[in-house]
């Protein structure tokens, strides 16, 4: 980056949360100064989340729990959106099983319909979003309502969900095991990577620019491509170095950074992939045996000429070091061989 500040450039910040804000119920380091900056330079700020086990209010007050001031209309989740196209899809009342937490269940009350828990009360629609409760019999009920008839619709499949002990299994993964026993995927998938929400918040930011911040290539990233928006994917979440040189075309971001201070700070900052003229004092040849990274630098320039590299080719093997700086590099970007 130019001695330019991002945030600049933007009049609206849209962040994902768990991964990017907060790791299950703990600030990531950084998080909370980073908000507190924006909203001391009168920034606007968004929240979209997919998942489905809290609603806005309560996203709202875990944040501000966390000291980072947050407003219940600041936050977007997957269990309010998907609600909120039931309710516009079908008459009032209508009984709509639902597969996930409580918080899901009052989205499709508030949409004006009514939630039931099995398959007997004929619903004319399965909505399935995460819940740490969710067991085999939440989905033998939604396999049977599916199979007569039902709409099925998924707040979002995120494969795993960001834990201090590592990826847990996410709302994705149960909805991969229903479509395995019914042979076929959702009628609707409404959170990220589908553009909805993002394009939701972009549309506060009237007629300013609006860059999205996110911790996963799969959703965040390829959703804000969708919706036709910017993006910073931080590097504090799921998605790593590895998966990003490995990235196809709609799931590359605009920036790259360690975290939330590349907002502010332009040294903590890249725009991906490096230009042809400017790697940042590396160089990258490829081989049959692999590819070689030489020179000296930051580490993000490396990482944005490796990408240049990868994102024009297929990787051919390990990167290996050809400079003392190059160990010390790719051993950070976990990529060392």
Not at 38 to 66: F, K, Q
Request: glycine share 10%.
């Amino acid at each position: 980056m130019s001695g330019d500040r991002l945030v600049d450039g933007y009049a609206l910040v849209v962040f994902d949360l768990d991964g990017v804000i907060y790791l299950i119920d703990q600030p990531i380091p950084g998080a909370v100064e980073t908000v507190a900056r924006l909203h001391g330079e009168g920034r606007a700020v968004a929240y979209a989340t997919n998942n489905a086990s809290r609603r806005a209010a309560d996203v709202a007050d875990l944040l501000t729990g966390m000291g980072v001031p947050a407003r219940p209309e600041e936050v977007l989740t997957s269990a309010a959106a998907a609600a909120q196209l039931l309710g516009e899809r079908l008459p009032a009342g209508a009984p709509v099983l639902v597969v996930g937490a409580e918080a899901l269940r009052t989205e499709i009350s508030e949409a004006g319909l009514k939630p039931v828990a099995t398959a007997d009360e004929a619903p004319v629609a399965v909505i399935q979003g995460y819940g740490p409760q969710v067991g085999w019999t939440d989905l033998a009920e939604a396999a049977v309502a599916v199979r007569a008839g039902a709409t099925w619709v998924a707040t979002n499949t995120d494969r795993t969900l960001p834990s201090g002990r590592g990826p847990l299994p996410g709302n994705g993964a149960l909805v991969a095991a229903l479509a395995t026993a019914l042979g076929r995927d959702p009628d609707e998938i409404v959170g990220k990577p589908a553009p909805e929400l993002f394009a939701t918040a972009a549309r506060r930011a009237d007629n300013g620019r609006t860059v999205v911040v996110g911790d996963r290539l799969d959703t965040d990233i390829e959703g804000a491509n969708r919706a036709g928006l910017d993006s910073l994917l931080v590097l504090t979440g799921v998605s790593d170095a590895a998966e990003l040189l490995a990235a196809p075309a709609e799931r590359r971001p605009t920036y790259v950074s360690w975290d939330l201070t590349g907002l502010f700070e332009p040294d903590g900052v890249v725009r991906v992939p490096a230009s042809d003229a400017d790697h940042g004092g590396w160089q990258v040849t490829t081989g049959a045996d692999g590819w070689q990274l030489s020179g000296s630098g930051r580490a993000l320039d490396a990482l944005a000429a490796l990408c240049a590299v990868a994102w024009r080719s297929h990787p051919a093997g390990p990167v290996r070091p050809a400079s003392s700086q190059a160990v010390q590099v790719l051993e950070r970007l976990g990529l060392a061989p």
